[in-house]
């Protein structure tokens, strides 16, 4: 998750950012808290920390057609544990 995906995501009517000023459609500046901004950030980065730390879906797939669905579900929690909400 980068800035402008939290400030996107917190201020429904910024449809442009450029550097760190926000604009709506009609050009104007929309103003947004930058500490929002930030605890939008870490509040979701476990999100990114899981995607990277999983298997692709083809190992994944691969996981449950040799060693069975509780095999699968061990190397999921493993890294939800390794990475909480």
Known sequence: MNKHQAIYAIVPNATVI????????AGN??????AAVQA??????YKD???TA???IADQLDT???QGLDAWKAT?????E???K
């Open 18 to 25: 450029r550097g760190d000023e926000a604009f709506d459609a």
């Open 29 to 34: 500046p929309v103003s947004y808290d930058e």
């Open 40 to 45: 939008y950030i870490d509040a979701n980065a």
């Open 49 to 51: 920390q899981r995607a």
């Open 54 to 56: 999983y298997p692709s």
């Open 64 to 66: 449950i057609y040799h």
């Open 76 to 80: 999921i929690l493993a890294v939800k």
């Open 82 to 84: 390794e990475f909480p």
